[in-house]
């Protein structure tokens, strides 16, 4: 079986930290990039149309009176050219329906308005037929100008919601950016801390492991020296019970004497181990 290795503690626990790190700057980049998304696709496609659905509305304003009354050609050209009008006001409050974020009552107010200012100006060139100018203006001043005070009140509303909303969305990013921001930050510091607590850990180990090593070698040469004296004390063993048989031989008269070549070193070696530890038990006997 093959001997399974073990990360350590600290690698773990830093690949986890980075892990997490990844995680959350995805989701800090996501959410920050959902809510730019959100901001362009609802309050500010919004606020664009509300406000040039004001700017026609105050330009139709201006020239109304002017073109029932001076410019007035027929009723037919006159209905021409505010049809064209309506028809882009309508297309830019069914963009404000689609895309509103507020309150769907507003919508509905402004479409009511919208229909209301229709309404009315249809009922003024109706009555520019039998009216003099004096009349006309008077009933734009008193009868058609406060529907159209009434539909730019209702942008305005719907423009300072949505401004609201972008402010709001603009607030959440730059939250999302400075926890994300310090977050990081956070993951960052505790990574180095972790790496270099790591690292004074595994040097501590390493020296740990060394002076264990040098135990290791000095009890071995310890064993060592304990099995050669052991070997000697053996060797010394078997040279006195060679003797005292070679002593036994002789007091029985049965030792035999050969005649053979021999060493006088080793034998002089072997006498001088056979005697060393009595005389140095004897020498420290003395000295005592």
Known sequence: ???QTK??????IICSIAVLFAVASSYAVNS???TAQSMYEHPYTVT??????????????????MFLTTSFENEEK????FEERYDMQNEAIESIRKHYLGSAEDVTNL????????AIQEEALLFVRNHTKEEILDFIDERVYPYYDALNDCLERIIVSSDTRIYELTKNVEHTSVVSIATALLLASFIIFLTIYSNIAERKSVKALEARGYELQDALLLAQKANNAKKDSSRHLLSLINNVLDMSKIDAGKLTVNHELFHMQELAESVVLLVDSQAKAQEKNSMQ
């Not at 990360?7 to 773990?12: D, F, H």
């Not at 479409?111 to 229709?118: G, S």
């Open 32 to 34: 920050v990039r959902a």
């Open 78 to 81: 006159a209905r021409e050219l």
């Open 1 to 3: 079986m093959k001997e």
């Open 48 to 65: 664009n149309a509300a406000r040039a659905m004001r700017s026609r509305l105050l330009d139709m304003k201006r020239f109304v009176s």
């Open 111 to 118: 479409r009511k308005a919208m229909d209301d200012l229709i």
């Open 7 to 12: 990360l350590p503690k600290a690698t773990i």
